[in-house]
Structures are given as structure tokens and as C-alpha cells.
């Protein structure tokens, strides 16, 4: 019976997403992030609903069914359960309404290409309360194409602007997008518009902004956006990569009317997901930051492609001179000869990754073979290539920021990846400000030790944070005994804080302090300072051994929600999530506080780090501006923990020491 096979699978912590798939007869069509997530998500009510031997479906349980078989096509599921637990026939009539979801007949839409037509149209949006929003553009590339047909649906009407026809459309519904107050924007991936927008010109509001991709991913804690196909099946986005530079069809104008449409009864469910699971201020601080993050991928971030091709020829020729102190006779690049070659110099090993080579890093031959995989690693992800993701018009990286990029609710960037840019000075510094600006970059001090001292509750962190001690000295002189501990010992600690922060063992400390920090620890020295860690730190074991077995919810001080059944991530999402909330809160408030630092904007963005570019003449107010913002940002995540922000200023993103900063 499929209920009971249903129960048996979701019974099994091991049983993969496809064999519960397989089991339902269910087509993922897709999504199938999203049709893991569902099962996930209600888990607990469908257990509980299933082991019931008789009944009928509450309105509560009957959503709960209706949410899942709407969302992710799981007809199945949702036939199976009102067989077994049948229904009152008031709620059987709403069961058969959301089931197999059938293509709605498209409502009618008013082509506004009149300058006449126009004049009238903004008392009547902004009279509103929501508007679905969807812009047509004759391209991806807001530097190089152009927004064609701007879709606006209330829930009776929807109107077609022809910005073709009336260039001077967006400037005359400035209001629409800038005021304070006015109707809630809904649109799906609405970063895409967003870029299109300022690019002509217009700043829009943050708090009236409601994105239906980044709602999905906030609500199911994903790090991948769906489509918008993927959220109303019933959708058709066969047009969507249409010729929009010419005619309009009447075709491309339904297909646009539609795509503004279908947002209203998403944003309305959305909504009420948002609430019912406690999500609201995540669902504030996610819109109000998607202009900010717009703003910075439009901006994009300046790139000097000369010193780019020199550092990498550098690394080039380190390469060779690192094969060069290594047996010729080898193929250094074939894991089969390399165990040979290293067997012969009385290295036995069962395999050759980092991780086994790091422990014999000062044997010769280790050291160079890992000098010459670093180098080479260099040349084919740092070389020549990389220069494909210069822009043609602006010559700067025009990254995609997404601003949920892991589940964590992280932000994380592609095409390129700026965030795994390597660390040292030789590639940072070709992100380069141009002639007559400076780049001001600012980050958190241990943010994530104060985030965890907060969530813990660790007392000694709370009173070292309080009275503005360091807290990797302080650990060094609790964990040595040392009045004043030496810089050796710093190290140390910083790997102590960090390493075992999020629940890591002695033998995990081991390598990580030897690949972070160059530090050799033996089982036993490892042991005895991961005990001396937290004896230091109780709260912190305390906060550990509060984390219940088998799948559970943790939540950001904001809010946001994680379901995991991984020791690890019960542990690092809370902090780490939280770091993330305010670091979007904090480029949020540049956003709106702009006006304070002229011809200012930031470029990058790398978890506890963020970098503006701003004139050379305007390095105070620009200073200010950013560091202000990320305090602001911080503090309303962070309120029982000092926030401390280093800022300098600087030619490029190569300098590492903040007190060599020009501040």
C-alpha cells in the first residue's frame, strides 16, 4: 500500500530522496532539492498523520497535504492519504482544487503604449496593496541590453508597459519603485530586475520588495533558487528566451501577463508559510538586502588584467621549479607513480591527497610535490582563462552574487567566485581601484567567537568580549598557563578557537591546526589541549552536549530555520547563519544610506568582510559610511556581544595587515 510504504521509507533515516521517490511513483519533475526538502520539512506532522488508524483530515492536515501535492507534483501522495483518512466533501471540493494543478485561463491584460494611458496608471498601483512585477528585457546583461515590457498585475488587473514605446516610462512610476510606502513588489528572481532598474536609474525600496525564489529557499532552507517553473508547474516559460527586441506577439504579451500574474496567489502562500514557521524577520531582511546585493554585482568590481596574467606566469614558473627538486623520472601528476616515487624515499602511504601528504610536509619530497600541486592548482583555476569573466564594456568581474548560497543562508558568488579568490597578496592585489579612487575594506573581529559566546552563553567569552580582551590571548594564557603568552601561542590558540568551535575531536584538530597554521600536534598534546579548551570554556561544551541525536531545527538569532541531522551543523548554522543575517543587514543599511558617501558603492562581500570602492577625495565619508553600516547591520543580530569593525583603506585588496592602513 503506498501509506504504508510511504511510512516505511520516511521511518528510514537512510532512505535516499530517489528510492522515496521511486516508492511513490512520484515524478520530481526537477525539483528535486525541493521535493527532498518537503518530505523533510513536514516529516514529523506526516508521521503522525500516517500512524493514525482512523479519522478524518483536519483543514490543518489537509493543507499540510495540499502544500506538498501543489509544490511538488505529488498527486500520489495526496490521493493515497484522503483513500485511507476520507474526508468531509467541503473539504474533498478543496482537495480536488489544489490537486493535479490545471493551467488557469490567462486574465486579461491592457498593452499600455500611449502616453495618455500612462498618466493615470501610478494613482492606480500604488492604491494597491501588492503588485506582481516581472520586466522583459531584450538580454541578461543590464550593461548591454535593455528592459523592453514591464508587467504589472494587481489582483484584478494587469497592465503591459511597453518601455519601447514610452522610453520615459520607469522615470514617470519612479514613485512606484522609491516610495517609503506603497504596494509590496512581488516578483521571482527579482535581483535580475532589480539590476535593470538601477541601471536606468531608479533606487528601489528594499522593505516593499517580496522575491519569491529567495521565499522559497528561506522557507525550505535551500541553497539553490528554484525557477519559477518549478514553484506553478502549470507555467509555460517557453517564450521566456524570445526575441523581445522587435514586435510583440500576442503570444510573448500573454506570456509576460501570466508571469506577473502567478506571483499574487505565490506571494499570498508564501506569505502564510513564512508565519506559520516563525520566518518573518528572515523575511525582512532578505528583500531589504536584495538591492544592496544588486547594486554590487551591476557595479562589479575593479580588475587590473595585466598584473592578473604576471601573477599567474609567477605561478607558472614556481610550478616548474618545483618539479625541478623532484624526480624526473616520475609522472608527478599519476597518483599510481607518485606512491611509487615516495615508497622509494621510505614513504608508505595508501593514498595522496593533501590531507595524508600534510603530515610529511617537511620531508623534501613532500614539500616540493605539494609545492608544485599548489602552483599548478594556481595556473589552471587562476590563469589566463580567468580573464573570460572581464566584462567588454565596463573591463571590471560582474559576478553573480546569490544572496542564499548555502543553507546556512550564507551568501555565495559564481562566475567567477570571488569568494575563493586565493588569500595571498600576489592575486588579491590585481583587484585593483582605478586611477583617483580607493578601495575600503572592513571586516569583523571574531565575529564567529562572539556570535557562539551569545548563542552558548559562555560566560568567560561574554566578560572577555565585554571589558574588549582578545580573545585568542586570553585562550593562549588559559590553555599554556602563560602570564604573557608568546606569538607561537596565539597561533595556537586561534587554532583551539576555531578548530573546535563547532564540535571538532582531537584528531581533527590535528589536521586542521597543521593545514591552517603550520602547527605539528601529537594524539596526546591534541587531547590534553582540547580538554584545557573546554575547561576554559564550559559554556561552550555545556552548548555542545545540548545538541539532541537525529534530525532537528536550529535557527540563526534571527530566526532562520535548518532542519539537519548533523552534529556539525547544529553547531555552525546558528552562528554562522546569524553572522550572515547581519552581514545582509549591514549592506542593506549602506543601501539605504547611499547619500552619506557620493559615488560610493561596494564591490565585495566575503562572509565577515566588505569592500567599497569609493573616490579618492572622499576616503572619511566613505569610511564612516561603511563602518557604521556593518556595526548597525551586526547589532541588531548581535545584542549581548560588542560588535568591533577594523577598517582600512587601500589600493587594492591585496593588503592584509589593517595597520598599515591610511585611515
Request: aromatic share 6%.
Amino acid at each position: 500500500m503506498v501509506l504504508t510504504t510511504l511510512l516505511q521509507a520516511l521511518s528510514n533515516r537512510g532512505a535516499t530522496l530517489r528510492a522515496v521517490g521511486e516508492r511513490l511513483g512520484i515524478e520530481p519533475r526537477g525539483a528535486v532539492t525541493g521535493l527532498e526538502d518537503a518530505i523533510r520539512q513536514h516529516k514529523p506532522a506526516l508521521l503522525a498523520l500516517l500512524a493514525r488508524s482512523g479519522g478524518t483530515l483536519t483543514p490543518e492536515e489537509l493543507r499540510l497535504c495540499a502544500g506538498l501535492a501543489k509544490g511538488y507534483g505529488l498527486q500520489p501522495l495526496l490521493l493515497a492519504l484522503d483513500a485511507h483518512l476520507p474526508s468531509p466533501p467541503e473539504v474533498r471540493t478543496l482537495l480536488e482544487g489544489v490537486g493535479e494543478q490545471t493551467p488557469q485561463t490567462p486574465r486579461a491584460y491592457t498593452l499600455v503604449t500611449e502616453p495618455h494611458q500612462l498618466e493615470g496608471l501610478l494613482p492606480r498601483l500604488m492604491a494597491a496593496p501588492v503588485l506582481g512585477l516581472d520586466l522583459e528585457t531584450t538580454g541578461l546583461d543590464p550593461h548591454q541590453d535593455r528592459p523592453r515590457l514591464l508587467s504589472l498585475s494587481t489582483e484584478r488587473d494587469t497592465y503591459l508597459v511597453d518601455l519601447f514605446a514610452l522610453p520615459h516610462a520607469l522615470e514617470a512610476l519612479r514613485p512606484l519603485f522609491e516610495a517609503k510606502t506603497g504596494p509590496v513588489l512581488v516578483g521571482h528572481n527579482l535581483k535580475f530586475d532589480l539590476a535593470f532598474l538601477l541601471k536606468a536609474g531608479l533606487w528601489p525600496e528594499g522593505r516593499r520588495l517580496w522575491c519569491t525564489g529567495l521565499a522559497h529557499q528561506v522557507i525550505h532552507a535551500q541553497a539553490r533558487m528554484p525557477a519559477l517553473a518549478d514553484l506553478v508547474p502549470s507555467l509555460d516559460k517557453s517564450l521566456q528566451t524570445s526575441d523581445w527586441s522587435g514586435p510583440l506577439s500576442e503570444a510573448q504579451l500573454a506570456y509576460a501577463a501570466k508571469d506577473a500574474q502567478v506571483l499574487l496567489p505565490l506571494y499570498h502562500q508564501q506569505k502564510g508559510e513564512v508565519q506559520r514557521l516563525g520566518l518573518g524577520r528572515v523575511m525582512e531582511i532578505e528583500p531589504r538586502t536584495l538591492p544592496a546585493v544588486a547594486w554590487m554585482g551591476l557595479k562589479g568590481t575593479p580588475f587590473d588584467p595585466e598584473r592578473w596574467l604576471a601573477t599567474a606566469k609567477e605561478a607558472e614558473l614556481s610550478a616548474q621549479e618545483a618539479l625541478k627538486r623532484l624526480d624526473w623520472r616520475t609522472n608527478w601528476d599519476s597518483p599510481k607513480q607518485v606512491l611509487e616515487a615516495l615508497r622509494r624515499a621510505g614513504i608508505e602511504l595508501s593514498d595522496t591527497r593533501e590531507e595524508t601528504l600534510s603530515r610529511y610536509r617537511t620531508h623534501p619530497t613532500v614539500a616540493a610535490l605539494l609545492a608544485y600541486r599548489e602552483h599548478r592548482k594556481r595556473v589552471g583555476t587562476y590563469g589566463p582563462a580567468w580573464l573570460e569573466n572581464l566584462h567588454p564594456l565596463t573591463g571590471r568581474i560582474h559576478p553573480s552574487w546569490q544572496q542564499i548560497g548555502a543553507e546556512s543562508g550564507r551568501m555565495s558568488c559564481s562566475r567567477p567566485n570571488l569568494q575563493q579568490v586565493p588569500r595571498e597578496p600576489a592575486y588579491r592585489a590585481c583587484f585593483r581601484a582605478p586611477i583617483g579612487r580607493v578601495l575600503v575594506k572592513a571586516d569583523y573581529s571574531q565575529i564567529e567567537l562572539r556570535l557562539a559566546a551569545q548563542i552558548a552563553g559562555e560566560k568567560r567569552m561574554l566578560e572577555a568580549f565585554e571589558c574588549g580582551e582578545d580573545l585568542h590571548t586570553l585562550t593562549a594564557r588559559l590553555v599554556t598557563g602563560k602570564a604573557e603568552p608568546s606569538r607561537g601561542d596565539r597561533q595556537l590558540a586561534k587554532a583551539l578557537n576555531f578548530g573546535l568551535l563547532y564540535g571538532m575531536g582531537s584528531e581533527g584538530l590535528r589536521t586542521y591546526a597543521r593545514a591552517n597554521y603550520g602547527l605539528e600536534l601529537s594524539p596526546q598534546e591534541a587531547e590534553a589541549l582540547r580538554e584545557a579548551f573546554f575547561r576554559a570554556y564550559p559554556g561552550l561544551r555545556a552548548w555542545h552536549r545540548r545538541q539532541p541525536e537525529g534530525e532537528t531545527e536550529v535557527r540563526t538569532l534571527a530566526g532562520r530555520r535548518r532542519v539537519t541531522d548533523r552534529y556539525t551543523e547544529k553547531l555552525n548554522t546558528p552562528v554562522q547563519g546569524s553572522g550572515a543575517d547581519g552581514l545582509k543587514l549591514a549592506l542593506a543599511v549602506l543601501y539605504e544610506d547611499r547619500h552619506r558617501s557620493p559615488n560610493a558603492f561596494p564591490v565585495l562581500a566575503v562572509h565577515d568582510e566588505i569592500v567599497i570602492e569609493a573616490p579618492a577625495d572622499g576616503v572619511s565619508a566613505a569610511h564612516t559610511w561603511l563602518t557604521r553600516a556593518m556595526r548597525e547591520g551586526m547589532e541588531a543580530i548581535l545584542t549581548g556581544v560588542p560588535v568591533l569593525v577594523e577598517a582600512g583603506v587601500y589600493g587594492d585588496w591585496g593588503v592584509t595587515e589593517w595597520e598599515t592602513a591610511v585611515i
